[in-house]
């Protein structure tokens, strides 16, 4: 079973190769790590070296004024300068290609975290993970591309640590107290600095998920701008907008704030660690203990060592962010299916004695002990006083009812054993919110994705003319290529109706369920909708079960099934109905 956005897909392919979903933040990063070793591997190799070369220059220069300037050597200088040069070339070229590399693993992981959620949000079997519309779409760009910093992240903590260990050393080298006062001395700053980072982690998981839900119902208000203007709620829409945005607001100054603070402790700490080291160095070298070319050497070191601590200090941040929008996509990974299919495959073609769908005693949500049976070439009409009978009905027989009592068969077989193919392949859900995309009124009527190829341009005109919406292809200069904006914004609302009716009909299920298609529309061209679409699944020897209170739709009905409290309490034609029920009559001619 599905809707009209995708009928009887196979299950999609995994965009990268199959590996086991991350059930952790944890494990989606050392994921990211594990799937571009060898480019994060030689990037981090670069960077390091760019450090080292980093390292080295001071102590180049030290060697300079103690070899050869000290001693006025001039062949000692020109070699100095030689190694100088060599040292910079090297340091540049290495910088150069190792961030190359490392921001290059960071876009690619990205693109594949982008097409990872996709493939999760667009999957047959749908997902639970409880996010809307703008929350996927936040999670799926902007978290995606933050935790994608993970694996740059590590590349540059690597690459600091390296220099801090080369400055150590030739510390511990040039004084063995020093580079112990400096061993020492970084540990404990950096363990310091983690307190602030911990609380980055939870302001920047605290406005990405408040900016997730502004975006959210940005997005639903903007689908929902001509109805809010019609019923003249435009004002309270715009309240509860505002109020999500200060949300948003207040979470995004907060977390800038955490940054701000965290950036000024970094370098704040950078610089009282430098003073000491060259205040301690400069009294060493009065007492005699260090050389002028040493002295050099040593407050050089500390200098530079300033910044691998402040880069350690970002590193630090770096993770904070990508821990929590790591924990943001692994919720929607993991989520649960939507629809869980079972092995079992339907035969083709489906044996005409055996009833489409069938529920025998079903609860779902408000519906009770519901026995429905419709059988191949019927046109099934549902009154349901209840709006909330209808959803539960409509989602049970899209598959969206996992835990439903009593039995659902599906051309006789029950539909938990049904696999994914066979169940969207049966029954075709037509739902009342359904959605059209930006391209074309073609594009946007092609369903048929069992065999790959577009339909027909006959049969889409013929669905068209079903759902009385010729005009929109009789009265456009490019007909069938008509532009769909987003949204389809470009059409009103009953043409937005008329055209999901179309591809439902145009994909001629043998089992085809119409939820209300023709509230949009008015009594002359609901008439004429209810005698097109009748005809058209006559012609197409598909079973049509249509929930609706259209008056129109019911009277070309074979039978009628009315559910009140969530049970069915009457059975017949409209007109038998409609003479002797008086509930009936007046929920359907009032």
Same mark, same amino acid.
């Given at each position: 079973?599905?809707?009209?956005?995708?009928?009887?897909?196979?299950?999609?392919?995994?965009?990268?190769?199959?590996?086991?979903?991350?059930?952790?933040?944890?494990?989606?990063?050392?994921?990211?790590?594990?799937?571009?070793?060898?480019?994060?591997?030689?990037?981090?190799?670069?960077?390091?070296?760019?450090?080292?070369?980093?390292?080295?220059?001071?102590?180049?220069?030290?060697?300079?004024?103690?070899?050869?300037?000290?001693?006025?050597?001039?062949?000692?200088?020109?070699?100095?300068?030689?190694?100088?040069?060599?040292?910079?070339?090297?340091?540049?070229?290495?910088?150069?290609?190792?961030?190359?590399?490392?921001?290059?693993?960071?876009?690619?992981?990205?693109?594949?975290?982008?097409?990872?959620?996709?493939?999760?949000?667009?999957?047959?079997?749908?997902?639970?993970?409880?996010?809307?519309?703008?929350?996927?779409?936040?999670?799926?760009?902007?978290?995606?591309?933050?935790?994608?910093?993970?694996?740059?992240?590590?590349?540059?903590?690597?690459?600091?640590?390296?220099?801090? $260990?080369?400055?150590?050393?030739?510390?511990?080298?040039?004084?063995?107290?020093?580079?112990?006062?400096?061993?020492?001395?970084?540990?404990?700053?950096?363990?310091?600095?983690?307190?602030?980072?911990?609380?980055?982690?939870?302001?920047?998981?605290?406005?990405?998920?408040?900016?997730?839900?502004?975006?959210?119902?940005?997005?639903?208000?903007?689908?929902?701008?001509?109805?809010?203007?019609?019923?003249?709620?435009?004002?309270?829409?715009?309240?509860?907008?505002?109020?999500?945005?200060?949300?948003?607001?207040?979470?995004? $100054?907060?977390?800038?704030?955490?940054?701000?603070?965290?950036?000024?402790?970094?370098?704040?700490?950078?610089?009282?660690?430098?003073?000491?080291?060259?205040?301690?160095?400069?009294?060493?070298?009065?007492?005699?203990?260090?050389?002028?070319?040493?002295?050099?050497?040593?407050?050089?070191?500390?200098?530079?060592?300033?910044?691998?601590?402040?880069?350690?200090?970002?590193?630090?941040?770096?993770?904070?962010?990508?821990?929590?929008?790591?924990?943001?996509?692994?919720?929607?990974?993991?989520?649960?299916?939507?629809?869980?299919?079972?092995?079992?495959?339907?035969?083709?073609?489906?044996?005409?004695?055996?009833?489409?769908?069938?529920?025998?005693?079903?609860?779902?949500?408000?519906?009770?002990?519901?026995?429905?049976?419709?059988?191949?070439?019927?046109?099934?009409?549902?009154?349901?006083?209840?709006?909330?009978?209808?959803?539960?009905?409509?989602?049970?027989?899209?598959?969206?009812?996992?835990?439903?009592?009593?039995?659902?068969?599906?051309?006789?077989?029950?539909?938990?054993?049904?696999?994914?193919?066979?169940?969207?392949?049966?029954?075709?859900?037509?739902?009342?919110?359904?959605?059209?995309?930006?391209?074309?009124?073609?594009?946007?009527?092609?369903?048929?994705?069992?065999?790959?190829?577009?339909?027909?341009?006959?049969?889409?005109?013929?669905?068209?003319?079903?759902?009385?919406?010729?005009?929109?292809?009789?009265?456009?200069?490019?007909?069938?290529?008509?532009?769909?904006?987003?949204?389809?914004?470009?059409?009103?609302?009953?043409?937005?109706?008329?055209?999901?009716?179309?591809?439902?009909?145009?994909?001629?299920?043998?089992?085809? $369920?119409?939820?209300?298609?023709?509230?949009?529309?008015?009594?002359?061209?609901?008439?004429?909708?209810?005698?097109?679409?009748?005809?058209?699944?006559?012609?197409?020897?598909?079973?049509?079960?249509?929930?609706?209170?259209?008056?129109?739709?019911?009277?070309?009905?074979?039978?009628?099934?009315?559910?009140?409290?969530?049970?069915?309490?009457?059975?017949?034609?409209?007109?038998?109905?409609?003479?002797?029920?008086?509930?009936?009559?007046?929920?359907?001619?009032?």
């Amino acid at each position: 079973m599905t809707t009209t956005e995708g009928r009887a897909a196979p299950e999609p392919a995994s965009p990268t190769t199959p590996e086991p979903v991350p059930t952790s933040a944890a494990a989606l990063r050392s994921r990211s790590l594990r799937r571009h070793r060898r480019p994060i591997t030689l990037g981090v190799t670069l960077l390091s070296t760019h450090q080292l070369c980093e390292a080295l220059v001071p102590v180049a220069i030290g060697l300079t004024i103690d070899l050869a300037v000290a001693t006025g050597d001039i062949t000692a200088l020109l070699w100095c300068v030689a190694g100088l040069i060599l040292l910079f070339t090297c340091l540049a070229l290495a910088y150069r290609t190792g961030a190359r590399l490392t921001l290059g693993v960071v876009e690619r992981e990205a693109h594949l975290l982008r097409l990872e959620s996709a493939h999760r949000v667009l999957h047959p079997r749908g997902q639970r993970s409880g996010l809307r519309s703008g929350e996927l779409l936040s999670v799926a760009t902007s978290d995606a591309e933050q935790a994608a910093t993970y694996a740059r992240a590590w590349a540059v903590g690597i690459a600091q640590v390296t220099a801090i $260990v080369v400055t150590t050393i030739v510390l511990l080298t040039i004084n063995i107290p020093l580079g112990i006062g400096v061993l020492l001395g970084l540990p404990l700053m950096l363990l310091l600095l983690r307190v602030p980072a911990a609380r980055i982690a939870r302001r920047t998981e605290t406005k990405q998920a408040t900016a997730a839900r502004a975006t959210a119902m940005a997005t639903d208000l903007v689908g929902g701008l001509r109805v809010l203007m019609g019923i003249g709620a435009r004002h309270n829409a715009s309240l509860r907008y505002g109020q999500a945005s200060d949300h948003a607001l207040t979470a995004s $100054v907060g977390a800038a704030a955490s940054n701000g603070v965290y950036k000024g402790l970094v370098t704040a700490a950078g610089a009282v660690f430098l003073a000491c080291v060259a205040g301690t160095a400069g009294w060493m070298a009065l007492r005699g203990h260090l050389t002028v070319g040493e002295l050099v050497i040593v407050v050089g070191l500390a200098q530079f060592l300033a910044e691998p601590v402040q880069g350690l200090g970002m590193v630090g941040q770096m993770f904070a962010i990508a821990r929590a929008s790591a924990r943001r996509l692994v919720r929607l990974l993991t989520a649960p299916d939507a629809v869980t299919p079972g092995e079992l495959s339907l035969p083709e073609p489906l044996s005409e004695r055996v009833p489409l769908v069938e529920l025998r005693e079903v609860g779902h949500r408000t519906l009770e002990g519901v026995d429905l049976t419709l059988r191949p070439g019927e046109f099934l009409g549902v009154l349901a006083t209840d709006p909330r009978d209808a959803e539960a009905l409509v989602d049970l027989l899209a598959g969206r009812a996992a835990d439903a009592r009593g039995t659902t068969l599906i051309a006789g077989v029950p539909l938990p054993d049904l696999d994914l193919v066979s169940l969207r392949g049966t029954v075709l859900v037509e739902e009342h919110g359904s959605h059209l995309f930006e391209g074309t009124l073609r594009s946007n009527l092609t369903t048929d994705t069992d065999t790959g190829t577009d339909l027909d341009d006959e049969r889409l005109l013929t669905a068209l003319d079903a759902a009385a919406a010729g005009e929109l292809v009789t009265g456009h200069p490019d007909g069938l290529d008509r532009p769909v904006t987003d949204r389809a914004a470009n059409l009103s609302g009953g043409q937005r109706q008329r055209v999901a009716l179309a591809r439902a009909l145009a994909a001629a299920p043998p089992a085809l $369920v119409l939820h209300d298609p023709t509230t949009a529309v008015d009594a002359v061209t609901e008439e004429a909708i209810a005698q097109g679409t009748a005809a058209l699944r006559v012609a197409h020897g598909g079973g049509t079960l249509a929930i609706a209170s259209s008056p129109a739709l019911l009277a070309r009905a074979d039978r009628v099934l009315v559910l009140r409290e969530g049970r069915v309490c009457a059975e017949g034609t409209h007109t038998r109905l409609a003479e002797d029920d008086t509930y009936y009559r007046e929920a359907v001619l009032r």
